[in-house]
C-alpha cells in the first residue's frame, strides 16, 4: 500500500538487536511483554500501552526487557511519496521522545495493522494511515502548518462543493472499480487526512465504510437477480468471495449465500 514499505509481526525471546538503522521511519507497538533500546545514544523502553517512532537514518539496538520476551507489530513507513505520513523536518522530535503514551494513537495503530491484514480493504487501510500520520505530526510538531494541500482547512472543493461531496461523488462513480485516497486527495486538492475527517464529519461514516457499504447493496441486488455469490462479489468490486461474505455479513446479518436461497423480500421493503 502506498506510504507502507513493510509490515512485520515477531515474537521475540532471547534475540537482541543490534545497533543499526533504517533508511525509512518505524513505528512500533508492543502487545505483550516490553523492550529496551538506545537511539542516539539515550535509553527507552516500550511498554504495552506505547507508540514508539524511530526516524531513519538513526541508529538504535533493542532487547527484551524481561526473559518472557515480547510481542510486537511494526510498520515501517515511506519518508517519500504522495502519503508518507512523515517527513525529515520531523526526525529532530522523534529523536527527543519517540515513545508517544497516546491510547488513541495506539488504537489507531492497531486498526491499521488489522485492515492491511485483510485483502480489498486497502481503502479503509489508507484512511487509517492518513489519521495515524496526523496524531503522530500534531506530536512531533504541535502547531498546524499552513499553506498548501496539507493546511486547506475551508473544507472547499474547486467549484463551491465542499470536499466531502466532491469525495462521495468520486465513491458514486467508482463502486466496482474503486479509487485510491491518493487518487482521491489529489483530484479534490485536499489533504487525504483532511479529506477522511471532512467525509465523516459531512456524512456521519467513514469514506471506507460509505464505499463497502455502496458494494454490500449492489451484490444483494445482483443476488437477488439470481446470481452467484463469486460472481457478484466481482463484479460489485470486491477482493474475491470471502471479502464479500465478511461485508456483507457485517450489513445485512447473513452470508451472501444465505441471502441468495432465501428469497428475502425486495429491496425497498425488507427494513
Not at 492491511?116 to 496524531?135: F, H, I, K, T, Y
Given at each position: 500500500?502506498?506510504?507502507?514499505?513493510?509490515?512485520?509481526?515477531?515474537?521475540?525471546?532471547?534475540?537482541?538487536?543490534?545497533?543499526?538503522?533504517?533508511?525509512?521511519?518505524?513505528?512500533?507497538?508492543?502487545?505483550?511483554?516490553?523492550?529496551?533500546?538506545?537511539?542516539?545514544?539515550?535509553?527507552?523502553?516500550?511498554?504495552?500501552?506505547?507508540?514508539?517512532?524511530?526516524?531513519?537514518?538513526?541508529?538504535?539496538?533493542?532487547?527484551?526487557?524481561?526473559e518472557r520476551g515480547f510481542r510486537k507489530r511494526v510498520l515501517y513507513l515511506d519518508p517519500d511519496g504522495p502519503l508518507a505520513a512523515?517527513?525529515?523536518?520531523?526526525?529532530?522530535?522523534?529523536?527527543?521522545?519517540?515513545?508517544?503514551?497516546?491510547?488513541?494513537?495506539?488504537?489507531?495503530?492497531?486498526?491499521?495493522?488489522?485492515?492491511?491484514?485483510?485483502?480489498?480493504?486497502?481503502?479503509?487501510?489508507?484512511?487509517?494511515?492518513?489519521?495515524?500520520?496526523?496524531?503522530?505530526?500534531?506530536?512531533?510538531?504541535?502547531?498546524?502548518?499552513?499553506?498548501?494541500?496539507?493546511?486547506?482547512?475551508?473544507?472547499?472543493?474547486?467549484?463551491?462543493?465542499?470536499?466531502?461531496?466532491?469525495?462521495?461523488?468520486?465513491?458514486?462513480?467508482?463502486?466496482?472499480?474503486?479509487?485510491?485516497?491518493?487518487?482521491?486527495?489529489?483530484?479534490?486538492?485536499?489533504?487525504?487526512?483532511?479529506?477522511?475527517?471532512?467525509?465523516?464529519?459531512?456524512?456521519?461514516?467513514?469514506?471506507?465504510?460509505?464505499?463497502?457499504?455502496?458494494?454490500?447493496?449492489?451484490?444483494?441486488?445482483?443476488?437477488?437477480?439470481?446470481?452467484?455469490?463469486?460472481?457478484?462479489?466481482?463484479?460489485?468490486?470486491?477482493?474475491?468471495?470471502?471479502?464479500?461474505?465478511?461485508?456483507?455479513?457485517?450489513?445485512?446479518?447473513?452470508?451472501?449465500?444465505?441471502?441468495?436461497?432465501?428469497?428475502?423480500?425486495?429491496?425497498?421493503?425488507?427494513?
Amino acid at each position: 500500500m502506498p506510504g507502507v514499505v513493510e509490515v512485520f509481526h515477531a515474537h521475540y525471546t532471547e534475540y537482541a538487536y543490534p545497533m543499526h538503522v533504517h533508511d525509512v521511519w518505524t513505528l512500533l507497538i508492543v502487545d505483550d511483554g516490553a523492550v529496551r533500546y538506545e537511539l542516539d545514544r539515550h535509553e527507552h523502553g516500550t511498554p504495552h500501552d506505547t507508540v514508539s517512532l524511530l526516524p531513519p537514518f538513526v541508529p538504535h539496538n533493542g532487547a527484551p526487557v524481561t526473559e518472557r520476551g515480547f510481542r510486537k507489530r511494526v510498520l515501517y513507513l515511506d519518508p517519500d511519496g504522495p502519503l508518507a505520513a512523515l517527513d525529515a523536518s520531523l526526525v529532530g522530535a522523534a529523536v527527543d521522545g519517540p515513545d508517544l503514551r497516546d491510547p488513541v494513537l495506539r488504537r489507531r495503530v492497531g486498526q491499521l495493522h488489522a485492515a492491511l491484514a485483510r485483502p480489498g480493504d486497502e481503502w479503509e487501510a489508507e484512511s487509517r494511515l492518513a489519521l495515524v500520520g496526523e496524531r503522530l505530526r500534531g506530536h512531533l510538531r504541535p502547531t498546524p502548518t499552513s499553506g498548501g494541500a496539507a493546511g486547506r482547512t475551508s473544507g472547499t472543493a474547486p467549484g463551491g462543493r465542499t470536499v466531502a461531496h466532491r469525495l462521495r461523488e468520486l465513491l458514486d462513480e467508482r463502486v466496482a472499480d474503486g479509487i485510491t485516497l491518493e487518487e482521491a486527495a489529489g483530484t479534490v486538492q485536499a489533504h487525504p487526512a483532511h479529506l477522511v475527517r471532512a467525509f465523516g464529519a459531512a456524512f456521519g461514516i467513514a469514506p471506507h465504510q460509505y464505499l463497502m457499504s455502496r458494494r454490500v447493496e449492489r451484490a444483494r441486488r445482483l443476488l437477488l437477480e439470481g446470481m452467484r455469490p463469486s460472481e457478484a462479489a466481482a463484479v460489485a468490486g470486491f477482493y474475491d468471495q470471502a471479502h464479500l461474505t465478511r461485508h456483507f455479513r457485517r450489513w445485512v446479518g447473513v452470508t451472501p449465500g444465505r441471502y441468495r436461497n432465501g428469497r428475502p423480500p425486495r429491496l425497498g421493503s425488507d427494513g
